[in-house]
């Protein structure tokens, strides 16, 4: 979705991807999407609930899997950052927001059903 701002067209993406271990091509198909959309964009908003773990780039989570490097190998070298810094369902992070926009905040709100919230604001 783009949502078109007094500072410009920003691509905004609400995300699910189901928890099937090991499946990558969702994430394939999101990098080939977020290409073929953002170049015309002032930056990209991403929140979801993604289903990933990554020790070293998502604190915390309970392993490494490929579908968290998956999506790491995605974000890092196109600028994208993750901005949730504290856990969203039980112990782990799997509701991410991934943003190249410097002023976008990124807050947590109590659980909506076994999820916590996660709010983002862009200044």
């Not at 991807?17 to 394939?28: A, C, L, M, V, Y």
């Not at 609930?49 to 604190?59: E, G, P, T």
Request: with cysteine.
């Amino acid at each position: 979705m783009v949502i078109h701002t007094d500072q410009g067209p920003f691509l905004l993406g609400v995300w699910y991807r189901p928890p099937d271990p090991g499946e990558t091509q969702s994430i394939t198909s999101l990098e080939d999407e977020w290409r073929q959309l953002s170049g015309s964009k002032m930056g990209t908003i991403l929140i979801g609930d993604m289903n990933v773990h990554h020790l070293q780039w998502l604190r915390f989570s309970t392993r490494n899997s490929v579908e968290g490097e998956c999506l790491r190998k995605f974000c890092t070298p196109n600028g994208l950052r993750q901005l949730v810094r504290e856990p969203t369902r039980g112990p782990n992070i799997l509701d991410l927001l991934i943003t190249d926009i410097e002023d976008v905040e990124c807050k947590i709100a109590p659980a909506v059903a076994n999820h916590r919230a996660v709010i983002a604001r862009l200044k």
